[in-house]
């Protein structure tokens, strides 16, 4: 056969792998044989290091598949014979023969001849050859245009042999059992995708003994001694290893959910937290609701915080947790809202915050999936995990990473509350009433704080209102409970100028939009007031900036003052080391995280109320 009838007639795909310690033989058995020259592998500097220059064609393709990585090649050969093999692979000689000879006849069907294998493995020739179980295996290929399946393919022997340059140490034989684990989980995963979890510690286990078995009494590898035994090791532990695999992509991954999300119908969405946490959901609600636009969507929260979602139009239907529930009077205050939520039939249940009375609710309300999502504890009782990847992560991406791991991407993460004429008409009512000028300047102040090492203290607040009211001539509505107003005395006798508000939640949301700015502790109404698009002063105490205060959001007209200290981390662990035994809440001596002096904070809501 002449060079250009062999140039013309026959391509050699090369599925390189991560080890390119062979791949140089590879090339060089290859070098002074006129055929064209395809390469196939992962983005990889050694990998073009080694072929540039030398005329062969690279494609990319990110997989450690062989199969996916010669099925890539072939879609770029434009001959029926096709000699596919790997980058640790030298073809003899006598093999190159016995091809040229082979792609002079023809064929009716797509067909694999089988060469024998000649392989060294931990710098040992084996005298018995053996490979992968359950691999592809390298040989010359004949295509015809509908293109061949290299799984099920009828094949023949063809004389001469391929030279395996196995893996010379028994950690780069443990690194290409993980490939081949890889490989075994996208075929796992592409043949079987919804695998219960019985069903695949089954299978998993299963195959593996199939193939040990078959390793040692079939192939008897172990005759290759300590060689044989390794490998059997290996082979064996790469079938544990996919089913592992598998389990992690396709079930707790959330694989399974992200094929079907679109057939899902009715979801439940829990949030039993406060009104700054829920107010960080939102945009967990309007995500859902514009990818999943035909599903129906129910949100359960706390009372009264369910009434900042008042009007949110991408919440079907709206369910209340009563003040005062606990584990053990849950049953009797609302076992006929478990009941209600249950003839609801719902496809999937997402709990974005998981705490102990919100997980017993999730596990008592039936769904066929559930996700049970935690920032700081372990999650359970869930399909999915959702988990901790890094710990600068803001609470809006955590509650978004839901949706993101059953393959729902969110399009916006801005929080958002939908305001009704009747709250900016009863805030005009508010200021007419208490003589405020609706025209005028107007700050609104939170002093208090849920839980006290949040909070900046009292005394600062003295302070920033005098300073604000007297000294800038701007008006300021302090806001606390009834429970609270003993704690703001101080603010009322230091400057009685100063307006008090002690009403509703819905109240509050009116007058928080008409007022100039809002200065608060690290509580929920500085995040009410961001979602509205109110500028926002924020002290933030013993949390991470980030976990409540995404940077994305808290930008230009709103300003978080933050002091790194050495005793925060995402978990308190130093802020919650002292309990007070009275009220059962942490207490700090220190509070270093919150030394902010009143004159930068005036200069800061200066700035911002122009």
């Given at each position: 056969?002449?060079?250009?009838?062999?140039?013309?007639?026959?391509?050699?795909?090369?599925?390189?792998?991560?080890?390119?310690?062979?791949?140089?033989?590879?090339?060089?058995?290859?070098?002074?044989?006129?055929?064209?020259?395809?390469?196939?592998?992962?983005?990889?500097?050694?990998?073009?290091?080694?072929?540039?220059?030398?005329?062969?064609?690279?494609?990319?393709?990110?997989?450690?598949?062989?199969?996916?990585?010669?099925?890539?090649?072939?879609?770029?050969?434009?001959?029926?014979?096709?000699?596919?093999?790997?980058?640790?692979e030298v073809v003899s000689g006598r093999l190159k023969k016995?091809?040229?000879?082979?792609?002079?006849?023809?064929?009716?069907?797509?067909?694999?001849?089988?060469?024998?294998?000649?392989?060294?493995?931990?710098?040992?020739?084996?005298?018995?050859?053996?490979?992968?179980?359950?691999?592809?295996?390298?040989?010359?290929?004949?295509?015809?245009?509908?293109?061949?399946?290299?799984?099920?393919?009828?094949?023949?022997?063809?004389?001469?042999?391929?030279?395996?340059?196995?893996?010379?140490?028994?950690?780069?034989?443990?690194?290409?059992?993980?490939?081949?684990?890889?490989?075994?989980?996208?075929?796992?995963?592409?043949?079987?995708?919804?695998?219960?979890?019985?069903?695949?510690?089954?299978?998993?286990f299963n195959m593996a003994v199939y193939t040990l078995f078959?390793?040692?009494?079939?192939?008897?590898?172990?005759?290759?001694?300590?060689?044989?035994?390794?490998?059997?090791?290996?082979?064996?532990?790469?079938?544990?290893?996919?089913?592992?695999?598998?389990?992690?992509?396709?079930?707790?991954?959330?694989?399974?959910?992200?094929?079907?999300?679109?057939?899902?119908?009715?979801?439940?969405?829990?949030?039993?937290?406060?009104?700054?946490?829920?107010?960080?959901?939102?945009?967990?609600?309007?995500?859902?609701?514009?990818?999943?636009?035909?599903?129906?969507?129910?949100?359960?929260?706390?009372?009264?915080?369910?009434?900042?979602?008042?009007?949110?139009?991408?919440?079907?239907?709206?369910?209340?947790?009563?003040?005062?529930?606990?584990?053990?009077?849950?049953?009797?205050?609302?076992?006929?809202?478990?009941?209600?939520?249950?003839?609801?039939?719902?496809?999937?249940?997402?709990?974005?915050?998981?705490?102990?009375?919100?997980?017993?609710?999730?596990?008592?309300?039936?769904?066929?999936?559930?996700?049970?999502?935690?920032?700081?504890?372990?999650?359970?009782?869930?399909?999915?995990?959702?988990?901790?990847?890094?710990?600068?992560?803001?609470?809006?991406?955590?509650?978004?990473?839901?949706?993101?791991?059953?393959?729902?991407?969110?399009?916006?993460?801005?929080?958002?509350?939908?305001?009704?004429?009747?709250?900016?008409?009863?805030?005009?009512?508010?200021?007419?009433?208490?003589?405020?000028?609706?025209?005028?300047?107007?700050?609104?102040?939170?002093?208090?704080?849920?839980?006290?090492?949040?909070?900046?203290?009292?005394?600062?607040?003295?302070?920033?209102?005098?300073?604000?009211?007297?000294?800038?001539?701007?008006?300021?509505?302090?806001?606390?409970?009834?429970?609270?107003?003993?704690?703001?005395?101080?603010?009322?006798?230091?400057?009685?100028?100063?307006?008090?508000?002690?009403?509703?939640?819905?109240?509050?949301?009116?007058?928080?939009?008409?007022?100039?700015?809002?200065?608060?502790?690290?509580?929920?109404?500085?995040?009410?007031?961001?979602?509205?698009?109110?500028?926002?002063?924020?002290?933030?105490?013993?949390?991470?900036?980030?976990?409540?205060?995404?940077?994305?959001?808290?930008?230009?007209?709103?300003?978080?003052?933050?002091?790194?200290?050495?005793?925060?981390?995402?978990?308190?662990?130093?802020?919650?080391?002292?309990?007070?035994?009275?009220?059962?809440?942490?207490?700090?001596?220190?509070?270093?995280?919150?030394?902010?002096?009143?004159?930068?904070?005036?200069?800061?809501?200066?700035?911002?109320?122009?």
């Amino acid at each position: 056969m002449t060079q250009q009838k062999l140039t013309d007639s026959l391509t050699v795909i090369v599925a390189a792998l991560d080890d390119c310690s062979a791949f140089g033989d590879c090339l060089d058995g290859l070098k002074n044989w006129p055929i064209r020259i395809v390469v196939v592998s992962r983005k990889s500097p050694v990998v073009e290091k080694m072929i540039r220059g030398e005329g062969y064609e690279w494609v990319q393709h990110d997989s450690p598949c062989s199969i996916s990585l010669w099925n890539k090649g072939l879609k770029h050969s434009t001959t029926s014979w096709n000699l596919i093999i790997h980058s640790n692979e030298v073809v003899s000689g006598r093999l190159k023969k016995s091809i040229e000879k082979k792609i002079t006849q023809s064929c009716s069907t797509s067909m694999l001849y089988l060469p024998l294998s000649k392989i060294i493995f931990l710098k040992k020739v084996l005298k018995y050859p053996f490979g992968w179980s359950g691999e592809p295996q390298s040989g010359l290929l004949y295509k015809t245009d509908s293109g061949p399946d290299l799984t099920s393919i009828r094949k023949e022997a063809i004389e001469g042999e391929l030279i395996c340059l196995g893996e010379t140490t028994v950690s780069l034989a443990y690194l290409r059992a993980l490939d081949i684990a890889k490989s075994r989980r996208i075929r796992m995963c592409r043949k079987t995708p919804n695998l219960s979890k019985q069903q695949l510690i089954l299978k998993t286990f299963n195959m593996a003994v199939y193939t040990l078995f078959v390793n040692v009494f079939s192939k008897q590898v172990l005759r290759e001694g300590a060689e044989g035994l390794i490998f059997c090791g290996l082979d064996f532990y790469a079938y544990l290893i996919s089913g592992i695999m598998y389990y992690e992509e396709r079930i707790r991954g959330g694989g399974q959910i992200a094929d079907q999300v679109q057939q899902i119908k009715k979801i439940l969405v829990i949030k039993a937290m406060g009104i700054g946490d829920v107010v960080m959901a939102t945009p967990v609600f309007r995500n859902i609701k514009n990818l999943l636009p035909h599903a129906s969507l129910s949100v359960l929260v706390p009372t009264p915080v369910d009434k900042i979602l008042k009007g949110n139009p991408y919440i079907d239907k709206l369910h209340s947790l009563p003040q005062g529930l606990t584990k053990k009077n849950l049953k009797t205050m609302i076992g006929p809202l478990i009941k209600e939520m249950n003839r609801e039939k719902f496809d999937l249940i997402i709990n974005l915050q998981s705490k102990n009375l919100s997980s017993l609710i999730l596990k008592k309300v039936h769904a066929k999936w559930k996700i049970n999502s935690s920032y700081y504890y372990r999650d359970k009782e869930t399909n999915v995990l959702i988990g901790c990847e890094t710990l600068k992560r803001s609470g809006i991406e955590r509650d978004l990473d839901c949706l993101r791991q059953i393959g729902l991407e969110p399009k916006d993460k801005y929080p958002e509350i939908i305001l009704e004429i009747s709250d900016l008409d009863n805030a005009e009512k508010f200021f007419v009433n208490k003589g405020l000028d609706l025209g005028k300047k107007t700050i609104f102040i939170h002093p208090i704080a849920s839980v006290g090492i949040r909070e900046w203290g009292i005394d600062n607040f003295v302070k920033l209102c005098r300073t604000l009211v007297y000294g800038h001539k701007l008006q300021v509505i302090a806001n606390a409970s009834k429970s609270e107003m003993d704690r703001i005395i101080p603010i009322i006798q230091d400057t009685p100028e100063v307006v008090i508000f002690s009403g509703s939640v819905r109240d509050m949301l009116g007058i928080i939009k008409k007022c100039n700015l809002l200065i608060g502790n690290d509580s929920g109404p500085s995040h009410l007031s961001v979602a509205m698009g109110v500028p926002t002063i924020v002290f933030n105490g013993p949390s991470s900036a980030n976990l409540y205060r995404d940077p994305d959001i808290y930008t230009d007209k709103h300003f978080v003052f933050n002091k790194e200290v050495p005793c925060r981390d995402l978990f308190q662990t130093q802020c919650y080391s002292y309990i007070d035994s009275k009220t059962n809440t942490p207490i700090c001596q220190d509070q270093i995280c919150l030394d902010f002096s009143v004159d930068e904070v005036v200069e800061k809501a200066l700035e911002l109320v122009k």
